[in-house]
């Protein structure tokens, strides 16, 4: 909408929105993410130009850095130790985002489907919380609790074992090198499946109504519904878990320091916890800073491409529509 006005002999134009008031230039708005943009610079841009420009260097963490080029790259593509933390943090990336999104989905379609239907929404409130109370634990404390439960002697599982007359099965859960990793990726399912069931559950919300009676009139039975609406339907949210999760996996390091100290032998070690025991107890400060460019620079791309494939896919599903 424009209204004209004239002053002096000459025309003037003020554009009007829906609502009959002026409209405020798009510049102002610029004033509202200047903070957010001054933030993300000081906290995330700039201390990541700095670091990646350490990991250039060779230096212990005083005295003036000694320029050494690539040679903390090179020395990191022949490290075994990195590439075996790397492996681990692909079975963090099973256990904190494959694992938890395929159980997040079953648990919210049941939550949502039947739990809701037949005993309430306010029951389904309540069971959402349980499972998302992990989420708001601090990882520390989480971790604490989870190596009191694991611990050896008078671990709470292996008691539980011994009570059932299972104690063939009692293990050092945390001290075995073949069982730690294992052991640390149950916590993490254990840790991490509030936050898919929420999301799936708030996405569930939009779906219609009408395409889940249509279907049962049809007589498909809940998995067949779950399979050709509920996963169609909430296809964004899907997309969205994965990414947010995996990111987080490849990060991880609170449940690793907490839990394991990335032992034993090495067996739960993480390139987020290798990195930081090289910065701080080896104090190879230019290698550790290599090691943290290298995890950032493959987190970003992995970013990307997941927001390119979600593009897409939300691209081809309006073209179906249209």
């Given at each position: 909408m424009?209204?004209?006005?004239?002053?002096?002999?000459?025309?003037?134009?003020?554009?009007?929105?829906?609502?009959?008031?002026?409209?405020?230039?798009?510049?102002?708005?610029a004033l509202f993410l200047l903070p957010g943009v001054l933030a993300f610079l000081v906290v995330i841009v700039v201390p990541f130009l700095m670091n990646t420009g350490v990991s250039f260097t060779d230096w212990q963490g005083v005295g003036s850095p000694k320029w050494s080029g690539l040679a903390n790259y090179r020395e990191l593509l022949d490290d075994s130790e990195f590439w075996a933390s790397f492996r681990h943090s692909?079975?963090?990336?099973?256990?904190?985002?494959?694992?938890?999104?395929?159980?997040?989905?079953?648990?919210?379609?049941?939550?949502?489907?039947?739990?809701?239907k037949h005993f309430g929404t306010k029951t389904a409130a309540v069971l959402r919380a349980c499972f998302y109370l992990p989420q708001v634990l601090p990882i520390a404390v989480a971790?604490?609790?989870?190596s009191w439960i694991l611990a050896p002697d008078n671990g709470s599982l292996n008691a539980l074992l011994k009570a059932v007359g299972l104690g063939l099965l009692q293990r050092d859960w945390l001290g075995d090198p073949d069982l730690?990793?294992?052991?640390?990726?149950g916590v993490m399912v254990w840790v991490q499946i509030g936050f898919p069931l929420v999301v799936f559950m708030a996405g569930l919300q939009r779906v219609d109504p009408q395409l889940y009676e249509a279907a049962e009139l049809d007589g498909a039975g809940w998995w067949r519904r779950f399979g050709h609406i509920t996963l169609p339907q909430i296809r964004p949210e899907i997309y969205v878990v994965l990414l947010w999760c995996t990111i987080a996996a490849l990060k991880v390091f609170?449940?690793?320091?907490?839990?394991?100290?990335?032992?034993?032998?090495?067996?739960?070690?993480?390139?987020?916890?290798?990195?930081?025991?090289?910065?701080f107890e080896k104090t190879q400060v230019g290698y550790g800073a290599a090691i943290s460019t290298v995890l950032t620079v493959i987190i970003l791309v992995l970013a990307l491409i997941g927001l390119k494939l979600q593009t897409r896919a939300e691209d081809a599903e309006e073209g179906l529509r249209a």
């Open positions: 424009t209204a004209t006005a004239e002053r002096g002999g000459q025309v003037v134009r003020r554009h009007r929105g829906r609502t009959g008031r002026p409209r405020r230039p798009r510049s102002s708005y692909l079975f963090m990336v099973v256990a904190m985002a494959a694992v938890p999104t395929v159980l997040g989905l079953v648990l919210a379609a049941a939550l949502f489907d039947f739990v809701g971790g604490i609790v989870w730690a990793l294992y052991s640390v990726m609170g449940a690793v320091y907490v839990l394991t100290k990335g032992g034993p032998g090495g067996a739960t070690d993480v390139p987020s916890y290798f990195s930081f025991t090289t910065f």
